[in-house]
């Protein structure tokens, strides 16, 4: 009875803690947060380090923006690839 009760514990904290880290990466899923490269990705400049910093953090998103009509377009640009790939974030394969 002890083990079952244990078990079933254990279960209900890692539900909580996936749900919670689900509702985290979404909240974190922000195209704005891109809003220090759109220099670079619209002219010749290279991308800043503030750039590329918010690049890396939002690399978990890029596929939900390539899926999304709205950003699409910008996200696989020729200038959004330039920026990718200068700041060493590999382009997603989704």
Do not use: H, W
């Amino acid at each position: 009875m002890k083990m079952a009760s244990f078990f079933m514990i254990v279960m209900v904290v890692t539900t909580m803690l996936l749900a919670e880290a689900q509702v985290s990466q979404a909240e974190t899923c922000n195209p704005e947060q891109l809003s220090p490269c759109l220099g670079a990705i619209t002219s010749s400049t290279p991308p800043s380090t503030t750039c590329c910093s918010k690049l890396k953090e939002q690399k978990p998103c890029l596929c939900g923006y390539l899926k999304d009509p709205s950003l699409k377009q910008y996200v696989s640009s020729p200038g959004a690839r330039k920026v990718v790939s200068a700041c060493g974030v590999p382009y997603p394969s989704c």
